[in-house]
């Protein structure tokens, strides 16, 4: 009798052993599990991931741009012509001209891109303004404007997950002769041009996420294909800036007004994309700075990219076009979702796998103790 007791004393040792050794398999499991899902999460921040993906601090990103050179218009007194004329008389010079009238005029764009991912102008009030027209400044039109191939290198720094541009004197096309080797005024800068650019991201929903643009004349900023930033005329340099909300949604304000809804609503983990309209069009000076600021851009590898380096995800000659998620080196949205429930199901199935353990060894110990 005294053997048998002894025999289910062991046996149950045996049972809480192999419970013990399941249960710390279990918090084991879900502790990798846990740590995992945090990996992830630590990983939805932009600096994280540019750097999991090999992007040191201060490296250079290119962004493909396309640039057009424009043509000085003839100087005319605008009240000597017919409105029809008047009209379209002059857009770009307006420093040498006599006729200049400085200053930031909201509302010469639509709120929506058309068709072609382009501006549609608004034709604004009655000034000179009057004679904007995007389909001279963004595509080659004889006489007028060409076209050439570009890029600006924005510096990443990875403290606040930064990539910026920053040029007081702005002169991409100081190397571009329209035709006649014209050049403006007496600086020997090729003044008079406009580009135009996209940036791909993905929508983090951190609430940190903020763009900032600095720039002399014309630059309107659409968030996929909605204004979010007007500073349309021929004015100084001025800044414009939105954030996204953590909702999703994008406050933005010019020349330090304080932000208001834009009207414009992102979805975290989507794919998004900003495009940015800018022109050039007096000979007096050309600043362009802007700024990206906690935001996850599409970027390529070094492969990828023209030239080695890393390189925005875009291509300029495609207007429609917006990297898919995979193909960026940035979050995909694989949520911790499923993660969640990997974990739970792993706990489960140890868990069950104990029990199940201690039931044999139970059955067993019984089975020795009637023998």
């Known amino acids: ?67 057009y050179d424009q043509k000085a218009d003839d100087c005319v007194n605008l009240y000597d012509l017919n409105l029809r004329d008047a009209l379209n008389a002059r857009q770009f010079e307006w420093e040498s001209c006599g006729y200049h009238n400085k200053g930031i005029e ?4 639509g709120f929506e891109l058309d068709d072609k991912y382009m501006p549609v102008a608004f034709k604004g009030k009655l000034t000179s303004n009057k004679g904007i027209n995007f389909d001279r400044w963004f595509s080659n039109v004889d006489g007028k404007s060409n076209s050439y191939a570009g890029n600006l290198q924005m510096r990443y720094v990875a403290d606040g997950a930064e990539f910026s541009f920053v040029a007081e004197d702005f002169y991409p096309l100081d190397e571009a002769d329209f035709g006649k080797g014209e050049k403006v005024n007496e600086d020997g ?41 007007d ?33 414009i609503r992102v979805s975290d983990g989507t794919g ?22 906690g935001m996850n851009l599409s970027v390529t590898n070094a492969e990828v990219a023209e030239g080695g380096g890393i390189q925005i995800a875009y291509d300029p000659s495609d207007l429609s076009y917006i990297p898919p998620l ?37 059955f067993m110990v019984r089975q020795k103790i009637e023998g």
């Open 272 to 293: 998004s994309i900003i495009r940015i309209f800018h022109a050039d069009r007096d000979s007096s000076e050309s600043t362009f700075d802007m700024k990206f600021s």
């Open 106 to 109: 909201q509302g010469l764009v």
């Open 189 to 229: 800068h090729n003044h008079l041009f406009t580009m135009n650019f996209a940036v791909p991201f993905t929508v983090l929903g951190s609430g940190e996420e903020e763009f900032v643009v600095t720039a002399d004349d014309d630059t309107f900023v659409f968030v996929g294909n909605q204004l979010a930033i």
């Open 326 to 362: 995979g193909e960026s080196m940035v979050f995909t949205p694989d949520s911790t979702e499923g993660l969640v429930i990997m974990a739970t199901i792993e706990g489960v199935m140890i868990v069950m796998v104990s029990v199940l353990a201690v039931m044999v060894a139970r």
């Open 1 to 67: 009798m005294k053997q048998k007791k002894n025999k289910a004393k062991l046996f149950g040792w045996m049972a809480f052993s192999v419970f013990g050794i399941g249960l710390v398999i279990a918090v084991l499991g879900l502790s990798n599990a846990v740590k995992e899902i945090e990996d992830v999460s630590v990983s939805k921040t932009p600096s994280a991931i540019l750097a999991s993906a090999g992007v040191d601090d201060s490296e250079l990103v290119t962004l493909p741009v396309l640039y």
């Open 231 to 263: 500073m349309g005329g021929v004015h100084e340099a001025i800044t414009g800036r939105f954030v996204i909300r953590e909702n999703g949604e994008v406050y933005a304000g010019v020349d330090g007004e304080e932000l208001a809804y834009s009207g």
